[in-house]
């Protein structure tokens, strides 16, 4: 009896310990599994941030602000102080271009401005046309010029660095893509301006439409920051990138590291195995809002037109402009405020009356003994048709990642909605979306019935941007799709295309496109128009570029008409037996309605026709051209050459020696004096000027980000242009949940056990 009742005292006593012990234990279980899970979140947080991550800074010793000393519009990088800033450079730009028919000739001026009282070097990351075929380049300080020389792109590094050293002003130029370029302007002094000057040739765009010619002239102004696939290169340290969130200052943690030989990268994105040029195309960028109000990187834009026919109506559909009609054939085009901010592609088209539009044209330059010509042929409209309404399978790819947050993913999910309205009911399809991850709508195409065409509606709208640019999967998967042989195969891409891993997606589109064509649609104010173009001609398809929402109905229908239109296939150029002629491109694409054929020849003398021909379903198409009496065409010749280079890039893909490749591309490039992706231009002055006991300092200046883009989803805390930060966040949350869950029940069973 009293062992019982000693028993219930002890166990009556017990219980408050009991539960004291259970809720010290699970406050304490609470706090260790936030903690734990804290330590996990800002794991991955840092494991996110390795694609986006910095090259460590070298030790220097700039001049310092604050925030209250900043007066004007700048760009502050971040230092180890709390509240102390490096200002960056600035540079203004100007651009000329002169169309003359199908040519244009266009000048870049870059000025740098060292708004520190200390020497700097200025690193400038820009686009310029994909075509672009850039041969002059001239550094202008105060009144005197330096001519750039064209070298091997390794000389000119080292021609560049040791001026560096030594304190003269040196300039280089360099191409990254060949819609990509580095200018890096060595010894700018305290408050100093340094000026570029560049100048490159290209051709206009032309098409028909509803019997109505349209030449479009288009210059990119900014890049949409690049997804950076693949394993960092060892060795390179990490810096997680910030974000200052305070007055309105677009405050970016940037550092540098010199490689061996002295030249600098200054990008934000580290060096990979699939992108080893990472570093060098990831300029810095200011936020949106900041640009619009301070006017970040200013650029001035005129164009003087001499179509060569009488010109109906000059547009620029996402800049305003002022016109000037000085004759008959004649415009000058001014940006109507002056200048603006570099955050959108400048696009010109002007239209021509259909009685002038051009059946033919012929462009001739006379280089050294050589003749160079561009031809121009446009196909007849009348008897080219063929049979409508043909059964198709229509797979739609749409890039939901991160770089098309804002207005971006809107115009993607407007034009991919219309898109599936035109579908008939003879058609089949799919919708392929991706991010970091890729998803299929269905496992196989389905019947373009009216009720999965409304489920497929529900789906677009459903869609978000966020998460990376994994781009291979979902090309892969659409081009392994099974496909009806009796069916026409059509991919639709819509897409920024802000990858690096261009030449890896170009060789996989190339290895497995099959019977299907490819058709990319570019999306946003700065799409990647070289990865775009080329894509679509290795996918023998077109490229489609939609600035704004309110082009969406306009440049779909267009792209419809393409698709539902036959083409022309097997395209052949046939020069006379005596003619001896290098023709680029040596293998024509398919041709589609409205457009014309465009090709550059280098050729003998003569005054004799060329045919071109082509097949349309079970007949033949062919037309005459003779090359007499054609227009004086200043600056075909790098045209040609730049063609020509295009090709032997093109040759790596499938596989051409690389050293062989190299060798021919420096001796066309040198030749006509043309930067390259192994040539560059370079100008030295003779006399130092920065004394050589003062330091210099390497600065990148931001390009601004392209308008209608977010700085969150593109470059924010978790880089979701690259990384699935935020999923990683959410499963380190959930962890914490899991934690005190389980502690929670266990204790539980403590207390009442």
Not at 285 to 306: A, F, G, M
Not at 634 to 650: F, H, S, T
């Amino acid at each position: 009896m009293m062992n019982n009742t000693h028993q219930a005292n002890v166990t009556a006593t017990a219980k408050p310990s009991i539960v004291k012990d259970a809720l010290v234990g699970m406050v304490t279980a609470i706090g260790v599994g936030l903690i734990a899970s804290l330590v996990f979140v800002m794991v991955v947080m840092f494991l996110s941030s390795t694609a986006h991550a910095y090259p460590q800074a070298q030790a220097t010793n700039p001049a310092e602000v604050g925030l209250t000393d900043v007066h004007q519009g700048s760009l502050l990088f971040r230092t180890d102080k709390r509240g102390v800033f490096h200002i960056a450079p600035t540079v203004d730009t100007d651009v000329e271009m002169k169309v003359s028919g199908m040519v244009v000739r266009s000048r870049v001026v870059q000025t740098f401005k060292n708004p520190d009282d200390y020497w700097v070097e200025g690193v400038y990351v820009f686009p310029l046309p994909e075509n672009a075929a850039v041969d002059h380049m001239r550094m202008i300080i105060g009144e005197r010029i330096v001519e750039g020389e064209i070298k091997e792109r390794e000389a000119a590094k080292k021609t560049y660095a040791k001026a560096k050293r030594e304190g003269k002003k040196a300039a280089l130029m360099d191409q990254e893509r060949p819609n990509v370029f580095t200018n890096s302007v060595a010894n700018i002094g305290p408050n100093e301006s340094v000026t570029i000057e560049i100048e490159y040739q290209q051709t206009v765009q032309y098409e028909q439409q509803q019997g109505e010619g349209k030449f479009e002239l288009r210059f990119p102004l900014t890049m949409t920051p690049r997804y950076i696939p693949g394993e960092k290169k060892s060795g390179t340290p990490l810096k997680q990138p910030e974000l200052d969130e305070q007055d309105h200052q677009p405050v970016q943690a940037v550092h540098y590291k010199e490689s061996i030989d002295g030249f600098t990268k200054t990008g934000w994105a580290l060096d990979t195995d699939v992108v080893p040029d990472a570093s060098r195309i990831t300029p810095p960028v200011y936020s949106p809002d900041y640009t619009q109000i301070n006017n970040t990187n200013p650029v001035s834009i005129k164009v003087e037109l001499n179509a060569g026919f009488p010109i109906n109506q000059v547009n620029s559909p996402y800049h305003d402009i002022q016109t000037a009609r000085p004759g008959e054939g004649h415009a000058v085009v001014q940006l109507a405020q002056g200048s603006v901010p570099a955050d959108r592609d400048f696009n010109l088209t002007w239209t021509i009356d259909s009685g002038y539009s051009p059946k033919a044209a012929l462009f001739s330059e006379e280089v050294n003994g050589e003749m160079y010509n561009l031809i121009m042929v446009m196909p007849p409209t009348d008897g080219v048709g063929g049979t409508q309404h043909l059964a198709r399978e229509v797979v739609y790819i749409i890039d939901t990642s991160g770089s098309m947050g804002g207005t971006s993913i809107q115009q993607a999910k407007s034009a991919l909605n219309m898109a599936l309205s035109r579908l008939r009911a003879i058609d089949t399809f799919n919708i392929i979306q991706f991010n970091s991850v890729t998803h299929s709508l269905y496992n196989t195409a389905q019947v373009a019935s009216q009720a999965n065409i409304n489920h497929a509606m529900r789906y677009v709208d459903a869609l978000y941007a966020t998460g990376g640019t994994e781009m291979h999967p979902a090309i892969s998967q659409a081009l392994q799709q099974t496909s009806d042989e009796q069916r026409v195969r059509q991919i639709i891409f819509l897409t920024d295309g802000s990858v690096g891993n261009e030449t890896q997606l170009f060789d996989l589109i190339k290895q497995q496109l099959g019977n299907s064509r490819l058709f990319t649609v570019g999306i946003g104010s700065a799409p990647n128009s070289f990865f775009m173009t080329r894509a679509a001609e290795f996918g023998r398809g077109t490229y489609t570029f939609i600035g704004s929402a309110s082009e969406v109905q306009s440049k779909m229908q267009d792209l419809f008409t393409k698709l539902e239109t036959p083409v022309l296939t097997d395209l052949e150029v046939n020069f006379p037996d005596n003619v001896e002629a290098e023709i680029w491109p040596n293998r024509i694409p398919d041709l589609y309605l409205g457009e014309p054929v465009v090709i550059v020849a280098k050729t003998s003398n003569f005054d004799d026709t060329i045919q071109i021909s082509g097949q349309r379903v079970n007949t033949t198409w062919e037309v005459d051209l003779p090359l007499i009496g054609g227009q004086q065409g200043n600056g075909v010749a790098p045209l040609w050459a730049r063609a020509k280079i295009k090709a032997l890039m093109d040759s790596l893909i499938e596989g051409a020696n690389k050293e062989h490749v190299k060798s021919e591309i420096v001796k066309v490039a040198l030749q006509h004096h043309l930067v390259s992706k192994y040539t560059s231009l370079v100008a030295v002055e003779k006399t130092p000027s920065r004394p050589l006991g003062d330091s210099l300092n390497t600065k990148a200046v931001p390009n601004n980000l392209p308008h209608g883009s977010t700085m969150g989803q593109v470059v924010g805390s978790f880089a979701q242009t690259a990384t699935l930060g935020q999923l990683k966040l959410f499963i380190g949350l959930l962890l914490l949940t899991f934690s005190f869950l389980a502690m929670w029940r266990m204790n539980r069973q403590v207390v009442w056990s």
